[in-house]
């Protein structure tokens, strides 16, 4: 079903053709109490009908709405524009907002590639672009919407992993937010074209490890700062070290054997990294 525009007129000729039938109506009428003359009875009372047929043939159309009219069954049309018109008569109007619309998603428990248990959620932007589709090519376009996001949300969910933390992937749900948004956008747009749905924007809201993993998963991203810290500070002392025996030696303040250097090496090793205070005794050999 795609959207076709729908015959109208300006809602003013419909008033104008109403006061017409009335008038005439009214006048048949009242001519019959005067004359007794069947025929103006008649004409009368036809005027009166066709003057309350009129009436069906208005609708008013709001701001971003439109009106899908159907006939007996049959689809006619839509009416887009915003205004008041005059149209078909006795047809059937159904009012579809075609406002942008924001959908809060609850919260999923879903496996990540990894197979751990996250608890995420969404939330969706989307608003209708084809009043046609969304009436007669789904059951109830808003129902279809969040059903449809939450199936596109988990499979978007199973095919990353939570975190990233030994690199072996090159997108995770926490560190690629913005990657992640957008492919749960493409998957979400194949989903509800067929509701003539447009999705204009869909990210994630809330991302965490389901409770029962989150206490071992928190000491697991715990332990890889407290690794990646120590990765530093170690880097830096070697550093350190390195340059403090270098410049003992080009200025010659002492000589160091192998031993004695390995031992130098130990106790500035031990000072700089270890966490609590050191008094390490170093042996500088025989000062010059």
């Known amino acids: 079903m795609q959207e076709k525009d729908m015959f109208k007129l300006n809602g003013l000729i419909g008033v104008v053709l109403f006061l017409i ?3 005439v109506a009214a006048i048949g009428i009242w001519q019959f109490d005067v004359n007794e003359n069947i025929s103006l009875l008649v004409i009368g009372i036809l005027c009166a009908l066709l003057a309350a047929l009129i009436l069906t043939g208005f609708t008013i159309i709001q701001p971003n709405q439109a009106k899908v009219i159907t006939l007996f069954g049959r689809y006619l049309g839509v009416i887009k524009h915003e205004g008041f018109y005059f149209t078909v008569h006795l047809a059937v109007r159904r009012t579809v907002s075609l406002r942008v619309i924001n959908f809060n998603s609850e919260k999923l428990k879903v496996n990540d590639l990894e197979g751990n248990p996250v608890e995420i959620a969404a939330v969706v932007v989307y608003k209708v672009f084809d009043s046609a589709k969304a009436v007669f090519d789904v059951e109830d376009y808003k129902e279809f919407v969040h059903t449809q996001s939450e199936t ?4 978007i969910a199973s095919q990353y992993p939570y975190d990233n933390m ?14 992640v948004g957008h492919e749960l956008t493409k998957d979400l747009q194949k989903r509800l074209e067929l509701a003539g749905v447009e999705i204009i924007e869909a990210r994630i ?9 989150a206490s071992a998963m928190l000491q697991r991203q ?8 120590r990765k530093v500070i170690v880097d830096g002392a070697v550093t350190m070290v390195k340059s403090a025996i270098d410049q003992l030696k080009e200025e010659g303040i002492v000589e160091l054997d192998e031993e004695k250097k390995a031992q130098m090496v130990n106790n500035l090793m031990v000072a700089i990294v270890s966490d609590k205070g050191s008094q390490p005794v170093m042996n500088t050999g025989t000062i010059y």
Do not use: C, T
Not at 152 to 155: A, P, S, T, V, Y
Not at 166 to 179: A, G, K, M, P, V
Not at 222 to 229: I, S
């Open 205 to 213: 809201m809330h991302l965490a490890y389901a409770s029962e993993i």
């Open 152 to 155: 596109g949300l988990r499979h």
């Open 222 to 229: 715990q332990a890889k700062a407290v690794l990646a810290a």
């Open 166 to 179: 030994n690199n072996d992937y090159e997108i995770s749900l926490r560190q690629h937010s913005d990657e």
């Open 21 to 23: 039938f009335v008038a």
